[in-house]
């Protein structure tokens, strides 16, 4: 191809290099870094389309010259491919952004304390049919129980419990566990830190 191609430069905004590295300082560190990273992709899927724009002879003051159907067509393969890196990294950063607003609500106290677990069979994936039909995990707090989570046993379920208040009195704050309702028959339980293992008894 003929001529040369000319792509818009990203304008970053300025940042103040002096942060100051506590906890909040670093969620809104992290917060920004996202918001710094959108910015970044965003500028790759402009200029993905302004060269998109080029070959295809509609970008503004810009001649491609002669442009086959081959040329094109290599040109389209490089946008999508770009686009499946900025998807796969567009899902990364909604993990980080989710996981850093979950931290602010922890800091802030706004919402309380988020608790999150797993249950985890260890039984050759139910070969032998013994998991009942739902199981129930308990949160206890200070060793009572205060809610309940109730999970379909065909698979490993994750269970989260949001929004729980933090302190008892100004000096003390609760102290959370995880315990099972009814071990299934033929399994044993084991609790490691929020998570439950039923493991099949031989």
Known sequence: MKGECKMSMPKIPNM???INIDREGAINLIISS???????????????????????GTLEGQDPGEVTMCD?????RSIQKT????????????????????LEDDASGSCGRTIRGKKIWIDENNEQGL????????????GDPYKSV??????????????????????????????EV???????????GYNVINQQLR
Not at 41 to 50: C, D, F, K, Q, V
Not at 83 to 102: G, H, P, S, Y
């Open 150 to 179: 109730t999970l379909d046993s065909m698979g490993e379920g994750a269970y989260i419990f949001k929004c729980l208040p933090i302190w008892k009195d100004p000096e003390t704050q609760y102290v959370y566990s995880i315990d």
């Open 34 to 56: 996202i918001a710094m990273e959108e910015l970044a992709l965003a500028h790759i899927l402009n200029a993905e389309g302004e060269k998109l724009q080029y070959v295809l």
């Open 182 to 192: 009814d071990v299934p028959a033929g399994y044993s339980k084991t609790i490691k």
């Open 16 to 18: 103040d290099a002096n």
């Open 72 to 76: 094109i067509m290599a040109v389209n």
């Open 131 to 142: 998991r009942p039909a739902t199981v129930t995990i308990n949160l206890l707090r200070d």
């Open 83 to 102: 686009i499946r890196d900025i998807t796969k990294t567009e899902m990364l950063l909604q993990f980080k952004l989710e996981d850093a607003i979950e």
